[in-house]
């Protein structure tokens, strides 16, 4: 079945340390994206990738990191310079960047529960 | 600046007892206005897209509609399994896009 896969599910970060949250999709869509969402709080864009080897920042990109080295994966870093990192993460992905804005539909992930220990 | 705003932030319905979810949005040249539903733990899943004030969408249970200035997400007969977060998202005409804080509904048997 086609679809975004996250891992993992649960994700604890102790103080100072780096972490990687994955992202793999194999719907063959060319535009990738991270969204945070905390309670209370509407989902929020951190990093987004319109083709392979291009990402933009979002609209709180700071203390996070992103590669697209393939189509498929989309791996987000949570860096120690994010210092206040407990969030639900969430990916998804569309055909198209543009094609958002055409009524294409984002694909989401399950999401990544990351908390601080 | 673009705004999103979704109302009530929770509602609570008897199975059967019809009501609405509002969307009031502003923005600078409206792209498209999305309804999500998401479910506890899990990321949101596609519901609707709608374009332009007039328009109406419809999906077993669920109708969605739009105006100027609002979007309204019309819930008939809900059952139990229609329990979940309804998020509304704008597009404005640079492609960003807005999602509301969303509302929790709950629909007892």
């Known amino acids: 079945d086609g679809g975004i896969t996250q891992s993992p599910k649960y994700l604890f970060r102790k103080e100072g340390q780096n972490v990687t949250l994955s992202c793999e999709q194999n719907?063959?869509?060319?535009?990738m994206y991270w969204y945070r969402q905390d309670p209370g709080q509407g989902l929020r864009l951190i990093y987004y990738?319109?083709?392979?080897?291009?990402?933009q920042k979002g609209d709180i990109a700071e203390g996070y990191s992103v590669s697209r080295e393939k189509k498929e994966s989309f791996p987000l870093t949570v860096t120690s310079a994010q210092k206040n990192p407990t969030a639900f993460y969430l990916c998804?992905?569309?055909?198209?960047?543009?094609?958002?804005?055409?009524?294409?539909?984002?694909?989401f992930g399950s999401g990544t529960q990351l908390s601080v220990l | 600046e673009d705004q999103v705003t979704q109302s009530p932030e929770a509602l609570r319905l008897q199975e059967g007892e019809s009501s609405s979810l509002n969307c009031s949005y502003t923005?600078?040249?409206?792209?498209?206005l999305f309804w999500y539903r998401q479910d506890p733990g899990k990321g949101p899943e596609f519901l609707f897209t709608?374009?332009?004030a007039g328009e109406e969408k419809e999906k077993e249970r669920l109708k969605a509609t739009l105006t100027k200035k609002e979007s309204f997400l019309h819930i008939t007969a809900p059952k139990p399994e229609d329990s979940a977060t309804y998020l509304c998202?704008?597009?404005?005409?640079?492609?960003?896009?807005?999602f509301g804080k969303g509302t929790s509904l709950l629909v007892t048997p």
């Open positions: 998804a992905s569309s055909m198209e960047y543009t094609g958002v804005g055409l009524g294409e539909k984002l694909f």
């Open positions: 719907l063959n869509h060319d535009a």
């Open positions: 990738s319109q083709i392979v080897n291009d990402f």
């Open positions: 923005v600078s040249g409206l792209r498209g």
């Open positions: 709608l374009y332009s």
């Open positions: 998202a704008v597009q404005n005409s640079g492609y960003a896009l807005n």
